[in-house]
């Protein structure tokens, strides 16, 4: 499951009041949202994890966007990169329309309004029409770049924070938002900030950026192989008795960290 106990999403009083939302379009619509409520973000989670906050399938998430876009509440924005379909979600400004005007205007003179200030066509625009934006690709992964940046920041506030987004760590990142989903990096970037071992709680050695950006430490991660096991995470009974359970790679960091004098031999 996606969801962690600590997770938590805000449901404000105008999704039920004016839009009149309930059940899971108003958990879909209260997410979506929370992540695209400065008008710039863009909700790129998957499925899956809507479905495990809304404890429903993926094809009963499928219906409830369908249902909002239907309403004109999201819209959605479609990119094919090297054959990879990338949907990114974010809620329209509809609600301040109806927040902005008085339960005595109707709904004729709402429409009316709209379409005199033009706000019509920018809040509803069909993405499969021509008007769909063309964007560039190197410019689309710098901006997800720094997106993955901005949440290992955020999340890993036990590792050295990441200054720069380099070309090479923009490799790295491109490769890994085309392999996996943004929920699986969110899920690695939670496990890292709960990892003794890679935190630097159990020892001097902590891990940076750079070291999820391998793809084999990044699937580690996900797997729980870093996760705390008692004595088993500790940096110092890893290097004295439980090499078994540790990667060839995981042993020459071990002994680089030791010979640095950072790590005590046994």
């Known amino acids: 499951m996606n969801v962690k106990s600590e997770n938590h999403l805000v449901i404000h009083g105008f999704m039920r009041t004016e839009l009149g939302l309930s059940g899971n379009d108003l958990l879909v619509y209260a997410i979506i949202y929370g992540f695209s409520q400065d008008g710039n973000s863009r909700f790129i989670g998957s499925l899956q994890y809507l479905a495990d906050w809304c404890g429903c399938s993926k094809q009963g998430i499928q219906k409830n ?6 309403r004109n509440l999201i819209n959605k924005e479609e990119l094919t990169v090297n054959g990879i379909r990338y949907v990114k979600y974010y809620t329209t400004e509809l609600h301040t329309v109806q927040l902005s005007c ?4 109707s709904n004729n003179n709402i429409n009316n309004n709209i379409n005199n200030t033009n706000i019509q066509q920018e809040l509803f625009t069909d993405n499969n029409t021509s008007n769909k934006e063309v964007i560039n690709k190197e410019d689309t992964y710098k901006i997800k770049g720094q997106k993955f940046v901005d949440d290992f920041n955020s999340i890993c506030k036990s590792l ?3 200054q720069r987004l380099t070309p090479k760590r923009t490799k790295g990142i491109t490769n890994l938002l ?3 989903d943004y929920s ?3 899920e690695v970037f939670n496990k890292l900030e ?4 890679c935190t630097g709680r159990s020892g001097k050695w902590r ?3 750079d070291f999820i950006l391998r793809e084999d430490k990044f699937i580690s991660v996900l797997e729980g192989k870093y996760d705390n096991r008692g004595r088993g995470c500790n940096v110092e009974t890893i290097s004295r008795g439980t090499k078994q359970h540790i990667t060839e790679d995981e042993k020459e960091e071990i002994r680089k960290a030791v010979e ?4 005590k031999e046994y």
Do not use: H, V
Not at 65 to 70: A, D, P, S
Not at 102 to 105: C, F, G, H, L, V
Not at 194 to 197: Q, R
């Open 65 to 70: 966007i369908k249902n909002l876009l239907g």
């Open 102 to 105: 008085t339960n005595n205007i």
């Open 160 to 162: 050295p924070k990441c």
């Open 178 to 180: 085309k392999k996996f």
């Open 184 to 186: 699986d990096i969110l």
């Open 194 to 197: 709960e990892s003794d071992f």
């Open 207 to 209: 891990a940076d950026i």
């Open 260 to 263: 640095r004098g950072e790590l």
